[in-house]
């Protein structure tokens, strides 16, 4: 099929219209087929939308490397916390609808919900839940859903009242994934339906959004999974995907590029349909877009000073910014495997995705500011370049902070027998952990997470290390408590300085039983 031809096809089955614009800039495709390479993403897909037009795409790479298949404007990938910006739009429908308000309390629709502080269960509104002020530590909680777990909601939120609150409510910042989860459950109570169904019936069929609904390839997750630091070596395939169905509205959605960019087309247009209608209402739009809880700027190093933000937020499911004084929506999605990106720059009329299945954040990072710079007409410095060497100096960074952290370890063996260790120990939020085994070896079982199960290796003193079997999953180190010649409980912490967030052992506090 000739270029042009084939160009036209696929804007039409994505269903957005060609215009006399829509042009593929070769400087543009060199750069992020070279970013791509040097990265070593095995596939990624970058769609751009200039209101409910799609002007660039481009597809790179294989659904799973040692495969065939090449990636497409119709391959599904995980969007991960892109999702966040589909619970947002759900509770605003909700709105609109007047079944809520955003200042409603969370414990109106969600009665067993318990912070750990009573002035917080009975203040935290929905709005909070959703800007992100809660006063829970960033990922807090996130053991309860990751990497897949068994836990139903009800004990998900009941789990919240030992989560401790380390932020001040409504004073700072804090991540949470749990309390999305949480509002995906409230949102399922008012409208009578799954989060799963809600979003079927109410954003991606009226969007059109096929692919997400489960027609098509689906891109295979990689990551970097050397013994020595997860992040590091070659891209691989990972032995399988991760479901986070428990807290579908936290980041479980799949989509593809061809379904990306009509949700792109939405926002932009302030949730009107390409038919004139709205999906949720313009001030229900302005309000999710609009910035709730500020977030520091920490000042970047060398040439990355530039593209630093003069202010930096949270909304209502975005992040907010602005980059050389231009507003920007954005939210990145991570999850085993794969990470993507939606930026939109509303005076522009502009959005882009960038879609891929490995855990390569670096590409992320240098394709958003070549996307930036390109569509705002700014000259690029060598963002490929740059990325790669900050990269490789974070990774040199963690790699040398893991092991003086290793050399501070106590020497010498165990306080007590191998075979005094063994027990069931229960953390109140996370459940049971269970040591097995005998004088020779001991083994690890999280009750309700099933991939995090293998060996304990001693680390010196009463520390060991895990070696989970299941490859990609970060280790952690345990450090046993000892009463009265007992065994009497443990903590943990991540062995990698560069663990992800949500691998959140330091939270666990465990008592033996």
């Known amino acids: 099929m000739p270029q042009l031809l084939r160009i ?14 829509a042009r593929v800039p070769e400087p543009l495709d060199a750069v992020i087929d070279r970013a791509a390479t040097s990265f070593g993403v095995p596939g990624a897909v970058i769609v751009v939308v200039e209101g409910d037009h799609i002007v660039y795409e481009r597809a790179v790479g294989v659904v799973r490397l040692g495969e065939p298949d090449a990636v497409s404007m119709h391959t599904r990938f995980a969007i991960g916390s892109i999702t966040k910006s589909f619970a947002a739009a759900a509770i605003a429908q909700l709105v609109d609808e007047k079944r809520l308000s955003w200042d409603d309390k969370a414990i109106e629709y969600l009665p067993e919900l318990h912070m750990n502080d009573d002035y917080v269960t009975r203040e935290l509104t929905i709005r909070d839940m959703l800007s992100h002020r809660s006063g829970l530590a960033s990922g807090a909680g996130d053991l309860l859903s990751w990497p897949q777990t068994n836990i139903p909601m009800n004990d998900k939120l009941a789990a919240l009242r030992y989560l401790p609150l380390t932020r001040g409510f409504r004073a700072r910042y804090g991540y949470s994934n749990l309390l999305y989860g949480a509002v995906g459950e409230v949102i399922a109570r008012r409208s009578g339906m799954p989060w799963s169904d809600y979003v079927r019936t109410r954003f991606l069929a009226p969007l059109g959004m096929r692919d997400a609904l489960g027609r098509g390839s689906t891109a295979w997750p990689h990551a970097r999974i050397t013994e020595e630091m997860r992040g590091t070596g070659p891209v691989v395939p990972l032995p399988r995907s991760y479901r986070l169905d428990g807290d579908g509205a936290a980041g479980a959605l799949y989509a593809s590029g061809a379904d990306m960019a009509r949700w792109m087309s939405v926002q932009l247009a302030d949730g009107r349909l390409p038919n004139g209608e709205q999906l949720f209402s313009a001030d229900a739009a302005r309000e999710m877009h609009a910035l709730q809880t500020p977030l520091r700027i920490r000042p970047s190093e060398g040439e990355f000073r530039a593209a630093d933000p003069h202010f930096s937020g949270y909304g209502l499911g975005w992040f907010v910014r602005d980059y050389h004084g231009t ?14 990106l939606l930026t939109l720059v509303p005076q522009k009329n502009i959005g882009f995705i960038i879609l891929t299945n490995s855990e390569e954040s670096g590409f992320l990072r240098a394709a958003e500011l070549l996307l930036l710079d390109h569509y705002l007409d700014r000259m690029s410095p060598d963002w490929v370049g740059l990325q790669q060497s900050e990269d490789a100096g974070m990774w040199h960074d963690a790699l040398a902070e893991m092991k003086q952290a290793q050399a501070r370890l106590p020497r010498g063996g165990p306080s007590l027998p191998l075979s005094a260790y063994i027990g069931r120990y229960r953390d109140k939020a996370f459940g049971i952990v269970e040591v097995s085994g005998d004088d020779h070896e001991l083994r690890i079982r999280f009750d309700r997470s099933p991939f995090l199960s293998g060996r304990l290796e001693h680390a010196g003193g009463d520390i060991f290390r895990t070696r989970f079997t299941e490859p990609g999953m970060e280790d952690a180190y345990l450090t046993f408590r000892i009463a009265g010649a007992k065994v009497a409980g443990a903590s943990a912490a991540p062995v990698s300085p560069a663990a992800d967030f949500s691998f959140d052992f330091k939270h666990l506090d465990l008592t033996r039983e």
């Open 8 to 21: 036209l096809f696929l804007l039409l089955i994505a269903g957005l219209p060609a215009t006399a614009s």
């Open 327 to 340: 507003k920007l929506l954005y939210h990145g999605g991570g999850t085993l495997g794969a990470v993507a």
